[in-house]
């Protein structure tokens, strides 16, 4: 298994501001997840961020709106750039192991 | 068509009742199926996991696949309060490094 540790796990932010998030593991990994769970929504995979390499983003998210860094095989950064309201919404980091996927426990983000 | 679709609820049953909860998906590719618990304010975990086609349980707790509907369910017996989560179905054709997840289903369990 895997511990996950997010910062912030809440903040309310105004519009047109940037929000970093931190991803902590406890353990190192390959590759790291960043989803997005909005209310009623499914799961959405963001991104995937690999050490030494650019993250790979999934079909409807881009760099410029949420850059990724992945420093070292521990830790990894989300930063949501120039926010809306539609941004609202919860933020996690995953790791795979053993066929399963480990959850940190979000961040919430609230954008005004 | 959403690759997989999952009732959001809420579902609200007294203890001690028998709980289903089920998704479709559409891909016919997916092998491993998967179910998420998440209480409020934490992360998902992993309650259950079935390769294929088939029945897995345990103690409560059973998964059911049925890939030639491409149906999935998950049973729980006997259930408790604490059992008041949301359910995410979960799904991947191999790896864990592509899963799609349903948009999960509320359940509340009233004591």
């Known amino acids: 298994s895997a511990v996950i540790s997010q910062k912030p796990s809440r903040d309310i932010c105004q519009r047109g501001t940037s929000l970093t998030i931190q991803c902590q593991v406890d353990?190192?990994?390959?590759?790291m997840f960043w989803y997005r769970q909005q209310p009623g929504q499914s799961l959405t995979l963001i991104a995937t961020?690999?050490?030494?390499?650019?993250?790979?983003?999934e079909s409807g998210f881009v760099i410029d709106k949420f850059p990724i860094s992945r420093p070292n095989l521990t830790f990894s950064t989300l930063t949501v750039s120039n926010m809306s309201p539609e941004d609202s919404s919860i933020y996690l980091c995953?790791?795979?192991?053993?066929?399963?996927?480990?959850f940190g426990e979000g961040s919430r983000l609230t954008v005004l | 068509q959403k690759e997989v679709e999952q009732d959001p609820g809420p579902l609200s049953v007294p203890e001690g009742a028998i709980v289903s909860l089920n998704c479709t998906y559409s891909?016919?590719?997916?092998?491993?199926f998967m179910w998420y618990r998440q209480y409020s304010r934490k992360g998902p975990e992993l309650l259950m996991y079935?390769?294929?086609?088939g029945n897995k349980e345990d103690g409560r707790f059973t998964a059911q696949v049925d890939k030639s509907s491409k149906y999935i369910s998950l049973f729980i017996r006997d259930s408790q309060p604490s059992d008041s989560a949301t359910y995410l179905c979960?799904?991947?054709?191999?790896?864990?490094?592509?899963?799609?997840f349903g948009a999960g289903t509320r359940l509340f369990v009233k004591a």
């Open positions: 079935t390769y294929s086609s």
């Open positions: 995953s790791v795979s192991g053993s066929g399963e996927l480990f």
């Open positions: 891909n016919s590719a997916f092998q491993y």
């Open positions: 979960a799904m991947s054709d191999g790896g864990g490094f592509k899963t799609i």
């Open positions: 353990s190192q990994v390959t590759m």
């Open positions: 961020a690999n050490q030494g390499s650019e993250a790979t983003y």
